[in-house]
């Protein structure tokens, strides 16, 4: 297939590009120009031969059909300008993203596509204390959440006016090699490595980690279903393994073990004012639908993490 790719060079979608890459597909990652990220998209050292660069800033997606000359099969829409944990509080970026994202189900229609696949996200469940199912009420507690939500409520409709398929990929709490480093992952490694003490809140909420080249490979399988997705619901919950489903402190617990040095300490910081959020998808319709499974379990994650640090 010929895949259109905005955010390529994000954590998730360096994940999902370098997938479809793996699997023959023709992939064009649209960049920004002079993206210091586009070398993070090379295997092997290498730019692989069927990946194409095209750079251009997000805000101008639907100048892209006149830019791509041969027909797309998939639009894959990672690109959110607002991703950053500050910036998902400012609502006129979110909203910039949220229009930016219709404006790019407009392109990939002109460019022929017969899917347009989303990068959405769990924020748009707001807080829940059950597991969360795909039919779960949205309730959406950020500016980030609420224009994500958006997009789904108003994306399918445009996608259906100009013969697409839809599918809304709700990504839970992915981690790996390369995750942001204010991520509490990153946080823990540097601190336990050091040595150190790593402060934390009483960590009692429910938590699922998903491993990035799991969430990859989901993508990946979004982009080449053959039939039509959005038959099923147009929206997939992308998690972890649902048995290791707990307390994030246990994650803790086993991150700093694995590390072997370090102190965690709970209860020190108050849970933020919005409440408690607890992270528990249900993933049954990614596997009864697509046969797509979680490979990489917590434990063997975080010793990938920690091989990838020791090269460094």
């Not at 009483?202 to 279903?225: P, V």
């Amino acid at each position: 297939m010929r895949i259109a790719a905005t955010g390529a060079t994000s954590f998730v979608g360096i994940a999902a590009v370098k997938e479809l890459l793996r699997r023959g597909h023709e992939v064009t990652a649209i960049l920004r120009e002079g993206s210091a990220k586009r070398d993070l998209l090379r295997i092997d050292g290498e730019f692989p031969e069927k990946l194409t660069i095209l750079e251009l800033d997000l805000t101008k997606v639907s100048e892209l059909p006149e830019l791509i000359k041969e027909p797309v099969d998939v639009f894959l829409h990672m690109g959110w300008l607002g991703a950053g944990s500050d910036s998902r509080k400012d609502p006129e970026i979110q909203k910039r993203s949220a229009e930016i994202a219709m404006d790019a189900v407009r392109a990939a229609g002109k460019l022929g596509c017969r899917r347009f696949v989303f990068t959405g996200s769990q924020a748009e469940y707001g807080l829940h204390q059950e597991r969360i199912t795909e039919e779960t009420e949205c309730r959406p507690k950020s500016p980030y959440g609420e224009q994500k939500l958006y997009v789904r409520e108003h994306a399918p409709a445009l996608c259906g006016e100009l013969g697409m398929d839809y599918a809304h990929a709700r990504i839970f709490s992915t981690y790996g090699p390369g995750d942001h480093p204010w991520s509490l992952i990153s946080g823990c490694i540097d601190k336990f490595r050091a040595d150190d003490l790593m402060e934390m809140t009483s960590c009692t909420q429910t938590w699922n980690f998903l491993y990035i080249d799991d969430c990859g490979r989901a993508i990946a399988d979004l982009c080449e279903y053959e039939g039509s997705l959005a038959e099923h619901g147009c929206v997939y919950n992308l998690g972890g393994p649902m048995e290791e489903t707990g307390e994030l402190k246990n994650f803790v617990k086993m991150l700093r073990d694995a590390v072997g040095s370090g102190t965690a300490v709970f209860g020190i910081h108050p849970y933020n004012a919005e409440g408690i959020v607890n992270l528990d998808p249900d993933i049954t319709k990614m596997r009864e639908v697509l046969g797509w499974e979680p490979a990489v379990h917590f434990e063997e994650g975080i010793r990938r993490i920690l091989r990838k640090h020791c090269k460094c």
